[in-house]
Structure formats: structure tokens, C-alpha cells
């Protein structure tokens, strides 16, 4: 039985692991310095230590949009909530004169409505969640710009800087706000049964509200969850960059963190789901980045590789490609 | 007109027409009939060249038939219009009737006037002047299904086949299609007729050919055919039999003199649903529900355990009024549904079947008390166990399984929850004769713990076999109810005759 369960994590992650792995080797190979980490008084520094510390708002928003996939929905506002939650953040620092309480119950208060008004759309009004959520792409990026009047605002609070830049025991603090985030949503989704309800819902709703199960809360609150994250994710990014700009912070973000999803062995399609998984995924997409960019890419042309990498995975997730390729192989493999 | 001769059609593992015959005669409406599964759809498909035919001939006018697409069939001069209405229905009527032959300009332009034209002149034959411009969304169900026999009768049809075209109409809606179909027959266009409402082929049918089992039981002039009969020949039964019983049927609920009902219900209905069903079901007791596919079983349950609501009536649970708006308020009260659609309604496939077995039970605990894992583990393999679930492990997706097993998951599903009612939709169809004996086991195993039983089969014996009181119902109204003795084939089978024929006078 445990050896089972294992196995079935196992297969899940397998991919995303192997493809991670590939690209780690690569660099062994091609760029040794890749792996070159130095110590700055007493904290590390280095490339890898840079796939974490920029990896991690990715991360945080693949959590979120795990449970949004797994629902059979997907969420393309939590780059839009990023930006919304890191303006009004900032700006309620600069207003209050660096209350902290205030900025961090400011963001999190509007991430909790807009991801309910995104699981209200989806789930009592029923709107498909790619048209709700590009509602909520436009209309939370608009607010954001009514928040700072276009112009970026300066985040200097200690604090919040820490929180992008800063380092515990070494380590990028952000990487442990992407650990709690994990362990919370591991907990949430596998001590409790709303993983399972989470599952079923997006595997067969229909069946799943036949069972008595609270399919729309489920729903409601998975968009909940995700716009959460989007907002740690938000505060991650203005105390990184130091600036929180309506323009710039978290655009395409979305699609970052739904490749994640992907590529860690969550389907679009819904049902099982797999958070490591879309940690890995997430790691993935940031090491490729961060190995083009040394390898002297252009980072204006990062799109294309990101691409290249959803392609991949859609076709290996294609049973009509893998007949094919079985076909190539002149041996025909059961799939499973 | 028409001449079908010995057409049989295999299937892996079944024989869906043995040797048909069929004969329709120019400017008749012909209705076919059979219960389900009997083989109308496969000789439909036939006859459309959906499929092709194994053994037999087909001549229509005097010439061979061997459409190999539905569109050589339409060149033909047959044309279809299917149950579910297949229009688009965000393209205006013009746009529908005239899909895929477009007529074109000089440049390989559309001619929308021409379109506009064409379809108001197909509509026009049927009496109908709507705006052909109007999007196809923004009709009823009985006007688009109007426009679906335009498409059809554009084509220069000889033939028209509709196949259930009044399931989700109303009567007025009905009376409005036959007025049509009548003037179409009148312009000499043959029509074969499906339906599964008695009342409606003897309102419209000048034959009637009745399918069982993939053969031919017989082919009838319609004022020639007593109801009875009709009915007989469908469920492949002798007249006599029927008419040579002993007991009378009851009307109304006798006897039975309990304190309390545990579920009461009074005049519940919806429309387009079921009209007017009173039931009661004691504590313990097995009820069935018969009556011919379409006659409003599964509504009934549906409306009872709150996937539908109800817009007339009242339901008590244990003396008690109770609104059930949803299934989990139906849950809460103690009901159970196992639904006669398992694929869409019941698994969620790529769950194990432990996670399938334990969902109903979860769900009403709530997210948050979640079932131990060895809690969930015993419960598996415990039912597992007792209902001889073939499964490899506990940890298996559902949807390996085979239809029985998967059944028996969905009704394990109820059973670990102890509910004190369970409506068992047509939990025997599509599982192999095994299993079936064995879903009829754990009937009469519930009936023996109290618990109440809400029994709908399309098969008769079943009911029989298993039930305490069987409530007969016929085109979406209670026609009767028998209990103890009287629970007989042959009496389900009158009921539903009788009523027919009250109605019809």
C-alpha cells in the first residue's frame, strides 16, 4: 500500500525532476560556475541561490493556481492581484507613514475579496474561470494604476524589504515564506479532505454535487486561496525590487505559474493535483531562465524557450502523440 | 415506398437486428415502437447510413438503398431529425436551415438574400413565419425543433424520420408539430415517427411496427391495435395473459396502516418534469417505481432528492415539512441516490475506489473532520469484501472497473452513510446478469436493516421481484399503485393500458 502511494507521487513529479535535472547537468557541463556560491557575511549569494530567491514568487502563485487547476478552472488575475496588493501595500506605507499592520492587513484584506469575487464569478454565476479571471486580469490591473496614479512608489520599509531581499540562516527569507505556504497548503489539502473534495470536484462536478459535496465553496475558496498567494507573492516582489510599480509588477506572471502547474503534472483538465510537483515546475521554468540568460540570452526573447517547454509537455501529455512516438519506436507501449 | 427485408446488424457480443423487416407506404405516418434497447436507433442508423447493414435489402422507390454517410441518405431523400435537437444555436434560423449548402455567387460568395429566401420558404410550408434573422437560441424548444424539420425538408425530402422529436415538448408544443406533420403528409412526404408516449402515436400514426429484442414482432394498422395489445407486443407478453388475471388493481393506497411514513409526497411536480405524484414510503419498505421509459420515474427521484427542484407540492420527511433544494439537503435528511447515469452522475473516475467509496460520507462530515485514513482504509476494504467488489486494490481509479463493480462502489458510496431512504435508479443496467442478482441481493440485505428503498427499474421482473408496493406511473402521472399480492407483471402492465385507455377517452 505505501510503496503504491509512493509510486503514484513518484510518477506525478518524475517529469518535472527529470527535466530540472537535465538542465542542472547541462550546467555542470557547459558552466561550472553555475554552482559557484559565496558567502557574504554569513549569507549565501551565487546563481542558485538566485533561481531561489527569484523563483520563489513563481512558487508561491504555482501553489495557488494548483488548487485552482486541480478545480478545472485557472486563475489569469493573480499577476493583476500581485500588482494591486504590492501598490496598495506600498502606498498605504507611504500614507500611514510606515504602519506595517496596515499595509499587510490592507493587502491581504483586498487579495480576499478580489479571490472571492473571482470564485463568486466562477462558482455562483458561472462564468467559464478563463473569461472571470481575465476580468479580473484588466479590472485589477486598473485599480492598481488608481492606486499609485501611474507612478511607481518607492518601498523602503525594513521589513518588507527583508522580506524580497533578505536571508535566514543563509538562505533567501523568501524561500520560507514559500515553505510555510507549502506546509499550510499540504496540511490544508491532505490533513483535511478538501484535497480530496478539490479532486473530485475537478474530476467530475457534476457527480461530485450528487455526493453532497459543497462544490461551490470548494470552488469559492480554492480562488480564495490562490489570490492569497498572489499576494504574498506581491509583498515578496516590491520588497525585492524596492518599488511597486502598477506598470511592471507581476505582468505574465500568470503564465509563469500556470506553466509551473503544468509542467509539475497537475492537468488543465482537472482532478489529481500534486503542490511539490508545481514547486518543481516553478524551479524549472526559473533555472532555465536564469541558464539562457548566462548563456548570454537576450532576456527579452524568454518567451520562446517557455513556449517551447509548454509545447513538450502538451505533446507528452497528448495520448494521440504518444501513439505516434510509441509508433516510432516500432513497439507499441500500453499507455497507461 | 419504403421495403427493409431481413436487415441484421452485429454488434461485439450483441445482435441489435435479427432479419428485420419494414414496409412504409407513400404519405403515411408510420410509427415505430419497442421498448429500449429493442433496436429502433441501429435500424435508424441503417436506414440514414450511420452504420451499415450485415445482411438484408433496402429499396426505396423501386431502386436499391445503400447509403454509406448520412449524406448519401439525404440525396436519397431521407432526412433525420434527431432527439436532441442538433441546430447551432448561435447562427439565426436562416443560417441553421441552410448550413452546409450555402447558396454562393458568382465569386464564391454567400448569397444571404437567397438564404434568407430559401428559409423562409421552408418554413413557410410549415405554417410557420418567425424571423429567420433571430438567432436559433432565442426560440422554444418546440420552434427550433420546427426548424430542424425545415433543415430537413429543404433537402427535397421524401422521408422524413424523427426520432423522439416530442420528448421535451409540451402538449400544446405537440399538437403544434403534429398540425405540421399532418400538412406534410398531405403533400405526400412519408414520416417515421419514434416515440416512446402511446397517447401520441395513436393520435398521429396510420401503422405502427413494433421492435423487441432486434427482431420484427409485428407490423399493425394503428385503429386496428388495442392499447393492450400494443403494449403486450412491446414487452413481448401474451394478451391473454394479461387479460386472464386474477386480482383487481387498487388505486389508491390501502391498507398499510403506519403511524408515520418516513417519506410523504404530496401533488410534487415541475414542469415539463412530472405532474401531480403522491407517494408515501414506510420505514423498511421496498417500493418500486414502474412504467415505461419517459414516464417520469427518474424525474420523480430527481425532484425528490433536490437536483431538480420542484415548482408544485410538498415533501415530508418523518412527519416533518422539508424544502430539499440540493442533494446535500436531501443528504441531510437521510436520502440517498444512486443515479441510472453512472459515468456523468456517479464516479468520479480518476479516483480510487476508495476515495469514490468514502466521498458521500466526507461530504457530510465536511471538509474540515476528515475521515482517518485507516478509518477510510477499513471502510474499503470491508465493502469491498462484502458486496464482492472486483477490484486489484483498494487504491485502484475507478474507472478500471467494469460497470458492476463501479455500480457497486456508488451504492457502497450510500451504504457506509446508513441512509434511511435509497433511491436506486436503474442500478442493474449495462451489468452483466451476475451482478444484477447480486445489486438485487443487497436490496432485499437494506430492507432487512429498515432501511427504505426507492426502487426504479425499466425491468419489470426486477421490480417484481423486489418490491413491496409498486407505483405505476404513465406519461408523467401517477397511473396507479399496486401492493403485496397484486405486484405482478401482467397488473404494471394493465395499469398502464387502463390508463391509457381512460386518458384516451
Known amino acids: 500500500m505505501k510503496t503504491l502511494l509512493a509510486n503514484a507521487i513518484h510518477s506525478r513529479i518524475i517529469w518535472p525532476l527529470a527535466g530540472l535535472g537535465v538542465l542542472l547537468l547541462f550546467n555542470l557541463l557547459a558552466d561550472i560556475e553555475f554552482y559557484r556560491i559565496e558567502i557574504l557575511e554569513g549569507d549565501l549569494y551565487g546563481p542558485l541561490i538566485t533561481v531561489l530567491k527569484q523563483g520563489s514568487k513563481i512558487m508561491l502563485l504555482a501553489l495557488g493556481m494548483t488548487l485552482v487547476i486541480a478545480t478545472k478552472g485557472v486563475d489569469l488575475s493573480v499577476g493583476s492581484v500581485m500588482a494591486v496588493v504590492g501598490v496598495l501595500a506600498a502606498f498605504l506605507l507611504r500614507e500611514t507613514g510606515g504602519n506595517l499592520a496596515a499595509a499587510l492587513a490592507g493587502g491581504i484584506g483586498v487579495a480576499v475579496i478580489l479571490g472571492a469575487f473571482n470564485g463568486g464569478m466562477v462558482a455562483l454565476v458561472k462564468i467559464q474561470p478563463i473569461v472571470a479571471t481575465l476580468i479580473m486580469m484588466v479590472l485589477a490591473r486598473g485599480v492598481a494604476f488608481l492606486i499609485t496614479g501611474g507612478l511607481p512608489i518607492k518601498v523602503t520599509d525594513p521589513a518588507i524589504r527583508q522580506l524580497g531581499q533578505g536571508h535566514l540562516l543563509g538562505l533567501p527569507l523568501s524561500l520560507f515564506v514559500v515553505a510555510a505556504f507549502f506546509l499550510i497548503s499540504v496540511i490544508l489539502t491532505r490533513r483535511t479532505a478538501l484535497g480530496l473534495f478539490i479532486e473530485s470536484v475537478g474530476d467530475n462536478e457534476t457527480a461530485s454535487r450528487f455526493c453532497g459535496l459543497p462544490t461551490r465553496l470548494v470552488k469559492v475558496m480554492v480562488y480564495v486561496f490562490c489570490a492569497v498567494c498572489a499576494c504574498a507573492a506581491g509583498l515578496v516582489s516590491i520588497g525585492f525590487s524596492g518599488i511597486a510599480d502598477a506598470d511592471k509588477l507581476g505582468v505574465l506572471y500568470e503564465l509563469d505559474a500556470i506553466t509551473a502547474v503544468v509542467v509539475g503534472g497537475t492537468a488543465l483538465t482537472g482532478g489529481r493535483f500534486s503542490l511539490a510537483g508545481s514547486l518543481v515546475g516553478a524551479l524549472l521554468i526559473k533555472t532555465m531562465e536564469i541558464t539562457l540568460i548566462r548563456q548570454g540570452m537576450n532576456p527579452a526573447y524568454m518567451p520562446v524557450p517557455k513556449a517551447l517547454i509548454i509545447v513538450a509537455v502538451c505533446l507528452l501529455l497528448s495520448e494521440a502523440f504518444r501513439t505516434q512516438l510509441a509508433g516510432l519506436f516500432g513497439r507499441r507501449k500500453v499507455s497507461a | ?505
Not at chain 2, 429500449?36 to 450485415?54: E, P
Not at chain 2, 437536483?307 to 433544494?325: C, F, K, P, Y
Not at chain 2, 423486489?466 to 397511473?479: F, G, I, M, P, Q
Request: hydrophobic fraction near 40%.
Open chain 2, 1 to 505: 415506398m419504403l421495403e427493409l427485408r431481413g436487415i441484421s446488424k452485429t454488434f461485439p457480443g450483441v445482435k441489435a437486428l435479427d432479419g428485420v423487416d419494414f414496409t412504409l407506404r407513400t404519405g403515411e405516418i408510420h410509427a415505430l415502437m419497442g421498448e429500449n434497447g429493442a433496436g429502433k436507433s441501429t435500424l435508424i442508423k441503417i436506414l440514414t447510413g450511420v452504420y451499415s447493414c450485415d445482411e438484408g435489402s433496402m429499396v426505396l422507390d423501386g431502386r436499391p438503398l445503400n447509403p454509406d454517410s448520412p449524406r448519401t441518405a439525404e440525396h436519397a431523400g431521407i432526412s433525420t431529425v434527431y432527439q436532441e435537437v442538433n441546430l447551432v444555436p448561435d447562427l439565426s434560423v436562416a443560417e441553421n436551415i441552410m448550413l452546409g449548402r450555402e447558396p454562393t455567387g458568382p465569386l464564391g460568395g454567400i448569397r444571404w438574400r437567397a438564404i434568407r429566401e430559401r428559409a423562409e420558404k421552408a418554413l413557410d410550408r410549415l405554417g410557420l413565419s418567425i424571423d429567420v434573422q433571430r438567432n436559433v437560441s432565442t426560440f422554444s424548444i418546440a420552434i427550433k425543433q420546427m426548424v430542424a424539420v425545415a433543415r430537413a425538408l429543404d433537402l427535397d425530402a421524401r422521408l422524413l424520420i424523427l426520432d423522439e422529436p416530442t420528448s421535451s415538448l409540451d402538449d400544446d408544443e405537440v399538437d403544434q408539430l403534429f398540425t405540421v406533420l399532418r400538412q406534410l403528409q398531405r403533400g405526400g412526404l412519408s414520416i417515421i415517427f419514434i416515440t416512446h408516449f402511446l397517447d401520441q402515436v395513436y393520435k398521429i400514426s396510420d401503422r405502427i411496427t413494433v421492435l423487441r429484442n432486434g427482431r420484427q414482432v409485428g407490423e399493425y394498422a394503428t385503429p386496428d391495435l388495442p392499447r393492450l395489445e400494443l403494449i403486450a407486443a412491446m414487452m413481448g407478453r401474451e394478451v391473454q395473459e394479461i387479460e386472464h388475471l386474477g386480482g383487481t388493481i387498487t388505486m389508491a393506497d390501502r391498507g398499510r396502516e403506519q403511524a408515520e411514513p418516513f417519506l410523504k409526497v404530496r401533488g410534487l411536480g415541475a414542469p415539463g418534469r412530472v405532474e401531480d405524484i403522491d407517494m408515501e414510503v414506510n420505514r423498511g419498505e421496498v417500493v418500486g417505481l414502474a412504467g415505461l421509459l419517459g414516464s417520469g420515474r427518474t424525474e420523480t427521484a430527481r425532484l425528490i432528492f433536490g437536483v431538480e427542484r420542484a415548482a408544485s407540492g410538498t415533501i415530508e420527511v418523518e412527519g416533518e415539512h422539508v424544502r430539499i433544494r440540493s442533494p446535500r439537503d436531501a443528504i441531510r435528511r437521510g436520502i440517498a441516490f444512486c443515479s441510472e447515469d453512472r459515468k456523468v452522475e456517479g464516479i468520479i473516475p480518476t479516483l480510487s475506489v476508495r476515495e469514490n467509496l468514502i466521498l458521500a460520507l466526507q461530504g457530510s462530515r465536511g471538509p474540515m473532520r476528515r475521515l482517518p485514513r485507516e478509518e477510510q482504509e477499513t471502510l474499503a476494504t470491508h465493502y469491498i469484501q462484502a458486496l464482492g467488489i472486483k477490484t486489484p486494490t483498494p487504491e485502484t481509479p475507478i474507472e478500471n472497473l467494469s460497470g458492476g463493480n463501479q455500480q457497486k462502489v456508488l451504492v457502497a458510496r450510500w451504504l457506509c452513510m446508513s441512509p434511511q431512504l435509497t433511491i436506486l435508479d436503474e442500478p442493474t443496467r449495462g451489468i452483466d446478469v451476475g451482478a444484477k442478482a447480486e445489486i438485487e441481493k443487497l436490496v432485499a440485505g437494506l430492507r432487512e436493516e429498515g432501511t427504505s428503498v426507492l426502487f426504479i427499474s425499466s425491468e419489470l421482473e426486477e421490480v417484481v421481484r423486489s418490491c413491496e408496493r409498486v407505483l405505476v406511473l404513465c406519461d408523467r402521472r401517477k397511473a396507479g399503485e399496486l401492493s403485496g399480492e397484486e405486484i405482478s407483471e401482467q397488473n404494471i402492465m394493465r395499469t398502464i393500458a387502463e390508463y391509457h385507455e381512460d386518458t384516451a377517452r
